[in-house]
Each structure stands twice: as structure tokens, then as C-alpha cells.
């Protein structure tokens, strides 16, 4: 019997979900090894728990969500969680450290209508997750692998080192060192497949922090090559913004 | 062959290019790509950064006209030969689910590097020592070693990042290369000494066209070499393998840790950090695996992880291996330091940490060694 796979929506854009829809070539192969048991993004067939693997998409940003989370991990075996969402809190993360009513009176005509907790937080601070693929959106590769991995009972391969050796990996020159271009790559998890800076852009931090990151001696660094502290703190707070790390190097800068 | 050498003019570089490419290699050399300089293939002389030189200094590296068109008055490449002969990615085995494996065949395609320089051929032999000539050699690396076929270019003039000088790899090429170049820009003569140091550069040098070196013509060249290390600004502090086996818990690795990314940048353009990690995959329909080998750095957690846990938990931990390592305990292991002055470490670390800045650091903090 083929394992059941689920993919499940928390507070989110879709974009890691449609990471899967991606895999155009992989796609029917896939499904032949797993049966799609749960994913409304791609089908209205549903198949009652319990669920082989999770993929879980989005942060707990609602009382509902808060208690869905917990029936999510009781159907599923291996919970893997997928997205800057569902592993730091998303974009939507930037209202923890600010006060909530009066953001939702700026952004909102009827604030009042919003039923939403005052922060947003990833899922893994409410359930035990087994997993976390990280980016906005995730990787292809790096999902695709991860599955395969299960499926085999092997390490999925997940790396926590920084997007530097990435860079180096590919022979991408450094941002930071050939043009003082700020570049949250020392201090962001790898994984993205060097997106940004293959094409001469900083790296803006969307795989969150790697292990151990030195928050603090890169700014200090940015500081020196000329940005500004606000500019800082808007790097530090995008869409990894509420991961410890990062908020706190953010915080610093708001001044 | 020559032994001697031959003049050639600059117009003779072209003819180097097509020799090689005629005798079936593909030529290399460091060509500029995104702002940098990186080992590319070439398919004329006009591909070189003539004219341009690498501005390193700590933390910055950039690119700048050097205000007369000589070929080589850059130094170094972001990664030195160690891509060509030890590549970042490379697969191992692959197996079916018999789960016999099926090994890689060593293979690779003749290159010529035009340009290496003398410290990236003493680290090329320091790489060939791990790999190749150790109890366990490795048939792919041999293979592409095999398959070099070496142009070396004396410097002329050193990056500010270089300090080849104290550790006797340079700025003249002593061995390891099948041609050696000294550009010689005069006013009135802008050309090359070529000499050989091998039966295969010897062969290409007598094809090429020049005019046998005179005394004063390898006199002229010794003196390039000879400014290019009076100008040479920074230095390896002396007995840096002492030092740092005194120096093991030295608080001074906890001030390096405060400002160093663990960010791996260091080894990954070191021309001799030679580790790597296996990594496993699987196909889409599960028949096959794959084992493949990528590199990896001793400034990452996973690198030091065993049962239980990551050994260099602390960035400081992790500084200490990668430096006491390369400058001292490569001495133990392998008979030599596994530093060739490269530079490329200090330039290419993104806040600027410099491991001679490092070394004197210590050496100031910590007593000489007492006389035995």
C-alpha cells in the first residue's frame, strides 16, 4: 500500500503548496509512490486519516488554527513543515513586535471584523514537527528529496550551514565582497539553490537562519560598507523576520 | 628542450592558446565573471583580464583597471585549481537495488591552466598529498590531476591580501608546472620569458615561436619576482606551528569568534581545504541510489557531528580547528603547513578576518617558546 500524503493550509500564500504542483516532470511519478490523500489545492478528494506524511504550509495566526494544528499532528505520522510560514512565523510574524489593534486599525476600514491572535507563530512552537523545509517559497528540489528520503528511510538532506557555501559551491563571486551589497547569506540557512545571489542580489534571508548565526558581526559589517540602521532593520525583519535571531538583530536597528 | 627558455613576444600568447587547444586541451584561465575573477575556459588570449587587477584587501575584493595592459598583473582567481581537480559536487557510486555499487569511472578532459600561480601549484601539490599519494588514493583525482597540463605566470605584482614570502611558496614558481611565464612589460618590449619544467612544456616550447633567453633576459625576470616580494605587504608571523600549539586555550579565539560568521567562506577558497561529506539520493522510483561526495567545512555543525551531538558547538571551537589545523597540525600530519599564502581567506571573508592579523595576535599575546 502506497503511504498517504496530506497537505495542510495554515496562514500562508499557497506558494509552497504550488511548490508541489511544480513538479511538473516529477508529478505522476510521485503519485505512484504516494497516495494523495489529502491536498484541496490540487484535488476535492478526500481521504479520512490517518495521514503517512503531513506537509504542513502556514503559521498559527488564529485561535482556529491554533486548535486544527493539533488534530493535523494527531492524524499524522511524519509531520514535515513547509515555508518561511510555517517554520518562523511568515511575513505575517512582523505584528509580534508591534502592537496588534493599532496595526489592525491602520490596515484595515473594520478592524473589528479580523478575528486573529496577536501573533504569529510557526508551527513547531504548538507541535512536535519532524521535518522543516525552509524558503518563501520552499525548494523544489529539496521537497522532492525530502519525500524520497522518507519513502526510503534515509536523511533527508536538510543542510543548516550558511547560504555561503552555497555560493561557493557554485563559484557565485560574493555580493558583499565585490560590491558591499548587503547580503543576509553568512547568517541564512542554505537550501534555495543560490537563487539570489547567482544573479548578483544579496540574499534576503527567506531559508531563516543557519545554525549559530552571528547576527550582530554582519551588521556591524553592513554598517561599515554603508547601510543604515533602519535599512537593517527592515533586512533583518522580512520574511524569516520572527525567527529569534533575526528579530532580535531587527530589534536592535529599531531605533 | 630549451633549458635555457625563450623570449617571447606578447603577440605569443595567442600562439600558446592555439598550441594548447591543438593538442587536444581545453584551456583555462582567469577570466572576469560577475565583478570577480574565477577559473573559466578560454577560447583566445583576448579572454584574459588584461589590464585589470583584484584590489583585495580585507573583506573586499575589486576589480580595477591597473592603468597599463599588461596580461597578468592580477593575481588570484576566487578559487584557485582545487575546483578543476576536486570538484564541489562529484557522485561516487550509483547502485541498484542489488545494492552492488557502480563506481564512477575516473575520467577527465585534458585542461590547461594558463596563469596558475606559484602558490596555487605548491597547493596543488599539497592537495595531490591527501588525495592521491596517501594510503588510499583516489582514481578520479588522479585522473584530472593527470589530465593538468600547467602554465604557471610568476607574479609581478602582489595582491595586498598576498603573503606568499613567509611561507616560501612564491611569488616564483620553483617546481609543479609545465610552463612558466614572467611577463616582462617593458616600454619597448612587452613579452615573456617561457621556461620549462617539464618534458611536455618542454615540446610545447620548442614550438613556440621566440628567441632563445639570454642571461639578462632571466636576469630581468628574477628582479619581477624580486619586487613582487619587496611589495609584498603582509607576513605569516615565524614558528606560527609553535605558536599555536601553546595556544589551545588561549582566550583570544573567543574575540576571533565575535566577529567570525562560521560562515565557511575561508574554506571554501582555501586551495587546500580538502574536506568533504557523502551525501545519499534516491530516484524518483526508488530503484536507484546515489552516493555522492560535495565539500564540506569544518566551520559548519554537521561537520564535527558524531553520535550524540556536534563536537565545535562555539564558533571560537570551530576557528581553533580550521587555523591550528592548517598551520600547525598539518605539520604533524602531512610533513608540511597546509597554508600556501594565498590570501584568498582574508579577502574573500565577508567582515575581513585576517589569519596573519590572527597569527600576530596570539604571537603578541602568548610568551615565545622557552629554549628546550
Known amino acids: 500500500m502506497r503511504p498517504k500524503l496530506a497537505v495542510w493550509k495554515f496562514s500562508s500564500c499557497d506558494g509552497c503548496q504550488l511548490t508541489l504542483l511544480d513538479c511538473e516532470d516529477e508529478l505522476l511519478a510521485l503519485a505512484e509512490r504516494v497516495e494523495i490523500a489529502y491536498f484541496l489545492e490540487a484535488t476535492r478528494a478526500e481521504l479520512a486519516g490517518p495521514y503517512d506524511i503531513s506537509l504542513v504550509e502556514g503559521s498559527i495566526s488564529t485561535a482556529e488554527e491554533l486548535a486544527r494544528i493539533q488534530e493535523v499532528r494527531a492524524q499524522s505520522r511524519c509531520l514535515i513543515?513547509?515555508?518561511?510560514?510555517?517554520?518562523?512565523?511568515?511575513?505575517?510574524?512582523?505584528?509580534?513586535?508591534?502592537?496588534?489593534e493599532a496595526l489592525k486599525a491602520t490596515v484595515y476600514a473594520r478592524p473589528e471584523f479580523i478575528d486573529a491572535l496577536d501573533t504569529s507563530t510557526?508551527?513547531?512552537?504548538?507541535?512536535?514537527?519532524?521535518?522543516?523545509?525552509?524558503?518563501?517559497?520552499?525548494?523544489?528540489?529539496?521537497?522532492?528529496?525530502?519525500?524520497l528520503a522518507l519513502l526510503k528511510g534515509r536523511q533527508p538532506l536538510i543542510p543548516d550551514h550558511s547560504q555561503c557555501v552555497e555560493c561557493k559551491l557554485q563559484g557565485t563571486p560574493c555580493v558583499v565582497v565585490t560590491r558591499g551589497e548587503p547580503c543576509l547569506g553568512p547568517v541564512t540557512r542554505a537550501g534555495c539553490g543560490n537563487l539570489c545571489p547567482r544573479v548578483g542580489r544579496g540574499c534576503y534571508g527567506c531559508f531563516g537562519p543557519k545554525e549559530a548565526p552571528n547576527t550582530a558581526a554582519l551588521a556591524e559589517q553592513l554598517l561599515a560598507l554603508g547601510s543604515d540602521r533602519h535599512s537593517l532593520r527592515d533586512l533583518f525583519a522580512g520574511f524569516t523576520g520572527g525567527a529569534p535571531a533575526f528579530q532580535k538583530e531587527s530589534q536592535r536597528h529599531d531605533a | 628542450m630549451s633549458d635555457a627558455g625563450k623570449i617571447i613576444a606578447a603577440a605569443g600568447l595567442e600562439q600558446l592558446v592555439r598550441l594548447l587547444r591543438a593538442r587536444g586541451f581545453e584551456v583555462w584561465a582567469a577570466r572576469e565573471q560577475a565583478e570577480a575573477l574565477s577559473l573559466q575556459p578560454i577560447e583566445s588570449a583576448e579572454d584574459l583580464p588584461?589590464?585589470?587587477?583584484?584590489?583585495?584587501?580585507?573583506?573586499?575584493?575589486?576589480?580595477?583597471?591597473?592603468?597599463?595592459?599588461?596580461?597578468?598583473?592580477h593575481t588570484l582567481p576566487m578559487q584557485g585549481l582545487k575546483r578543476l581537480v576536486s570538484p564541489p559536487e562529484e557522485r561516487l557510486f550509483a547502485c541498484g537495488e542489488d545494492l552492488v555499487p557502480h563506481e564512477?569511472?575516473?575520467?577527465?578532459?585534458?585542461?590547461?591552466?594558463?596563469?596558475?600561480?606559484p602558490c596555487d601549484l605548491v597547493a596543488l601539490d599539497t592537495l595531490t598529498q591527501v588525495f592521491q599519494d596517501g594510503p588510499q588514493e583516489d582514481r578520479r583525482y588522479r585522473a584530472r590531476r593527470e589530465a593538468l597540463f600547467l602554465v604557471a605566470v610568476n607574479c609581478a605584482r602582489p595582491a595586498a591580501t598576498c603573503f606568499c614570502s613567509s611561507m616560501d611558496t612564491g611569488p616564483r614558481a620553483e617546481a609543479g608546472y609545465d610552463l612558466a611565464l614572467?611577463?616582462?612589460?617593458?616600454?619597448?618590449?612587452?613579452?615573456f620569458l617561457v621556461e620549462a619544467g617539464s618534458a611536455a612544456g618542454g615540446e610545447l616550447l620548442e614550438a613556440l615561436e621566440g628567441e632563445p633567453a639570454s642571461a639578462a633576459d632571466r636576469q630581468r625576470a628574477l628582479a619581477v619576482s624580486e619586487a613582487a616580494a619587496a611589495a609584498m605587504a603582509r607576513a605569516m608571523p615565524s614558528d606560527v606551528e609553535g605558536l599555536l600549539k601553546r595556544a589551545y586555550e588561549h582566550p583570544h579565539w573567543e574575540a576571533v569568534a565575535e566577529r567570525c560568521l562560521a560562515c565557511a567562506n575561508c574554506t571554501m577558497v582555501c586551495p587546500t581545504c580538502f574536506c568533504g561529506t557523502v551525501e545519499d539520493r534516491s530516484s524518483l522510483d526508488g530503484a536507484t541510489a546515489e552516493r555522492w561526495r560535495r565539500w564540506d567545512s569544518c566551520f559548519t555543525l554537521d561537520f564535527s557531528y558524531i553520535h550524540g551531538g556536534a563536537v565545535r558547538k562555539e564558533t571560537a571551537s570551530r576557528y581553533r580547528q580550521w587555523m591550528t589545523h592548517k598551520l600547525a597540525h598539518w605539520h604533524d600530519q602531512f610533513g608540511r603547513s597546509g597554508c600556501v599564502g594565498c590570501g584568498r581567506c582574508i579577502g574573500w571573508c565577508p567582515v575581513g578576518i585576517d589569519i596573519t592579523a590572527e597569527a600576530q595576535a596570539l604571537a603578541d599575546a602568548l610568551p615565545a617558546a622557552k629554549e628546550a
Open chain 1, 81 to 100: 513543515t513547509i515555508g518561511a510560514c510555517a517554520t518562523a512565523g511568515g511575513i505575517q510574524a512582523l505584528r509580534n513586535t508591534r502592537d496588534h
Open chain 1, 122 to 147: 510557526p508551527i513547531a512552537d504548538h507541535v512536535p514537527v519532524d521535518h522543516q523545509l525552509y524558503g518563501c517559497p520552499i525548494d523544489r528540489r529539496q521537497l522532492l528529496d525530502t519525500l
Open chain 2, 50 to 73: 588584461r589590464g585589470r587587477i583584484e584590489a583585495a584587501e580585507a573583506g573586499k575584493v575589486r576589480l580595477v583597471a591597473s592603468g597599463r595592459d599588461a596580461y597578468f598583473d
Open chain 2, 104 to 117: 564512477t569511472p575516473p575520467a577527465a578532459t585534458p585542461k590547461a591552466v594558463i596563469g596558475a600561480r
Open chain 2, 182 to 191: 614572467t611577463e616582462l612589460y617593458e616600454p619597448e618590449a612587452h613579452g
